[in-house]
């Protein structure tokens, strides 16, 4: 599932999001509150979906498609006005007042949308990045997620792929044994 992350200027409305989306099976990885601390979760977490509540005086929704795009999907919610002011249309829009139904239906749409853009492994490579995550976890007492973030972040910041990482280090870890 994709990370989600909630931006809005209101507090109110990022705890109403964060429930509502919870409740709704949606692990929300962060809310944010200003465009800067956005771009810095985006830039943490890579890839996945932002609900963004209203504008942000720091940060416009085009600006975020436009450096972020190619990474996530942008739910913009807001009064009409906020949602004219967009012209990338590639951001999925979401009028005030809005239902549960259609944010929930709309969150689910845009996971799908992101699934579909994430590298498919194949059987064996699966089974690889599985065993390593698994090696990772028991050694170091870390989370799956943790474990995947890790083997991501490395693979990313050495241009190689996530699967041939997993390889070498399931070939350390049997050299330790």
Sequence with gaps: MARIVIASAAEESRE????????????VFRCCASGSELRR??????DGIVVLMGALPDCKPDELQWDYGD???????????VL???????????????SSQALIGAVQMLN????????????????TVEQAK???????????????RAMQQYAMNHGVKM???AAQI???SKRIE
């Design 170 to 172: 399931i070939k350390l």
């Design 84 to 98: 004219e002011s967009c012209e990338t249309p590639e951001i999925f829009r979401l009028p005030l007042p809005l």
């Design 16 to 27: 109403k999001l964060s429930q509502l989306l919870a409740s709704s099976g949606f692990a």
């Design 112 to 127: 799908q949308l992101h699934q579909m853009r994430l590298p498919k492994r194949a059987g064996e490579e699966k089974e």
């Design 163 to 165: 699967a041939d990482y």
């Design 71 to 81: 990474r996530i999907q942008i739910l913009l919610i807001g009064k009409p006005l």
């Design 134 to 148: 698994q090696l990772l976890m028991k050694q170091h007492g870390i989370t799956e997620a943790e474990a995947h």
């Design 41 to 46: 979760t985006i830039n943490e977490c890579e």
